[in-house]
């Protein structure tokens, strides 16, 4: 096991051995790299605090399942690997990043039989005012067609249409793109789910079963809303238009949480401030998120909020 020091302190744990972020490496024939062949999660770290941690493993697991591909290691192993990881990088606010590819095989389309997957685990500091200041201030998203494949259920690095979404939406002025299907509607951001409220304060998000990720934080904020006693949400697909009319939206990912949008595609949203709602379900998600990580079973993912009938306005 190394203990050389990367210059920037980043240490980063690749198949059995924490490494200095930058000798950190895969092998060349890697699956991940040559075919997009792996899987990925993202873990919010606030406050020393790993968010939603079972759901991002849930998740993790179904993704590798869905491809035929293994855990490198048991779940407690790897809670142990990501907990050493956030150690050795001294990460109280941030994101710890997990990736499982297929591993390292002579270049051939076909899927090889045996299994050695090969696991990554790096973590990146970010100071958290970075959201908070776009909490307060609101983000602005720009539309752009959704050109992904029909199996976007599963969290792989296959992530190129997603790229191009988001750098065409920046080069817009705006923060993050929203994926608009074949019928006009908003299908999620390229790295977020996508959310409204309408005039009489009915929260949407798109339905799982029509090709999108299925957000852990989108789950998190159903169980944190349905705690409240929020029960006006519908899980169905909403036109652009229906996003013009709304008066507020959101975005929501581990890495932000939830992020008010102002504008899309130039045109404000409501009033072209932070919704109460779209606050309100921030808070009330990470209030339910930080208790779980504390060890105070909050029903976030113990019966997987990601099965958990939702509570449909009669
Ligand atoms: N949708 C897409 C396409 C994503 O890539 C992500 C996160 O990376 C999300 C939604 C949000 O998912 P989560 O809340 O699990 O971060």
């Known amino acids: 096991m190394s203990r050389r020091k990367s210059p920037t302190g980043r240490v980063a744990y690749v198949d059995g051995r924490y490494l200095p972020h930058a000798a950190a490496s895969v092998h060349i024939e890697d699956r991940g790299l040559?075919?997009?062949?792996?899987?990925?999660?993202?873990?919010?770290?606030?406050g020393g605090l790993l968010m939603d941690e079972a759901g991002h493993l849930n998740r993790l697991e179904r993704s590798l399942h869905e491809l035929a591909m293994e855990l490198p290691m048991q779940r407690?192993?790897?809670?142990?690997?990501?907990?050493?990881?956030?150690?050795r990088n001294r990460l109280k606010d941030g994101l710890l990043y997990l990736q499982v590819t297929r591993g390292a095989y002579r270049r051939d389309h076909m899927i090889p039989d045996a299994k050695r997957p090969s696991l990554i685990v790096t973590a990146r500091a970010i100071d958290p005012q970075t959201y908070e200041k776009r909490r307060a201030e609101g983000i602005a998203v720009a539309t752009v067609p959704d050109i992904r494949w029909g199996r976007c259920d599963i969290k792989t690095?296959?992530?190129?249409?997603?790229?191009?979404?988001?750098?065409?939406?920046?080069?817009?002025?705006?923060?993050?793109?929203?994926?608009?299907?074949?019928?006009?509607?908003?299908?999620?951001g390229s790295s977020t789910n996508?959310?409204?409220?309408?005039?009489?304060?009915?929260?949407?998000?798109?339905d799982l079963a029509s090709n999108i990720l299925a957000g852990v934080t989108r789950a998190g904020v159903?169980?944190?809303?349905?705690?409240?006693?929020?029960?006006?949400?519908?899980?169905r697909a909403f036109t652009l238009a229906e996003a013009h009319a709304a008066r507020e939206a959101f975005i929501s990912s581990a890495s932000g949480g939830v992020l008010p949008v102002v504008r899309i595609d130039g045109r404000p949203v409501g009033d072209g401030k932070p919704g109460a709602t779209t606050l309100r379900s921030h808070s009330l998600y990470r209030e339910l998120a930080a208790e779980e990580a504390r060890g105070r079973p909050s029903g976030l993912h113990g019966e997987s909020a990601e099965k958990q009938p939702i509570k449909r306005r009669s």
């Open 34 to 46: 040559q075919f997009a062949d792996s899987v990925y999660e993202v873990c919010a770290v606030n």
């Open 157 to 188: 690095t296959g992530l190129l249409p997603n790229v191009l979404a988001k750098t065409k939406a920046r080069q817009a002025g705006a923060y993050e793109a929203w994926l608009v299907d074949a019928k006009g509607c908003i299908t999620e």
């Open 76 to 87: 407690q192993a790897l809670k142990a690997v990501m907990r050493e990881t956030l150690r």
């Open 222 to 235: 159903f169980a944190a809303l349905s705690r409240a006693g929020i029960n006006a949400v519908e899980e």
């Open 194 to 206: 996508a959310w409204i409220v309408t005039k009489d304060d009915v929260l949407i998000t798109r």
